[in-house]
Nanobody, 128 residues
Framework: QVQLVESGGGLVQAGGSLRLSCAAS????????IAWFRQAPEKEREFVAR????????YYADSVKGRFTIARENAKNTIDLQMNSLKHEDTAVYYC?????????????????????WGQGTQVTVSS
């Protein structure tokens, strides 16, 4: 099992940057795929970015590609999401999550159902 705690959210002007951090605990942290999701009011929770257990493979939603960067340091049990060129539509609660392998024919790693453990979320508000 793994426990996740996000931090770093806040209020920022459009065009600005924020860096979110996720502190993880658990013996098997390095075995998990880690992802960030976000959820805006009245909307479904949506995929933002993920990183493989080794940190060698990353994938981003089209809406954030080129602006956000996900990284992990397994030795420190941390995951960061660097967010640049923020837009008003990035406003949401951001969640760090961890999941083990699942059959991609059943559920994929951009689906919330891939993931087993979730942080409490951190609010990001981008003013226009």
């Amino acid at each position: 099992q793994v426990q996740l705690v996000e931090s770093g959210g806040g209020l920022v002007q459009a065009g600005g940057s924020l860096r979110l951090s996720c502190a993880a605990s658990g013996r098997t942290f390095s075995r998990y795929t880690i992802a960030w999701f976000r959820q805006a009011p009245e909307k479904e929770r949506e995929f933002v970015a993920r990183v493989s257990p080794s940190g060698g493979s990353t994938y981003y939603a089209d809406s954030v590609k080129g602006r956000f960067t996900i990284a992990r340091e397994n030795a420190k049990n941390t995951i960061d999401l660097q967010m640049n060129s923020l837009k008003h539509e990035d406003t949401a609660v951001y969640y760090c999550t961890a999941g083990v392998f699942r059959d991609p024919l059943v559920v994929g790693p951009t689906n919330v159902r891939w993931y087993d453990y979730w942080g409490q979320g951190t609010q990001v508000t981008v003013s226009s």
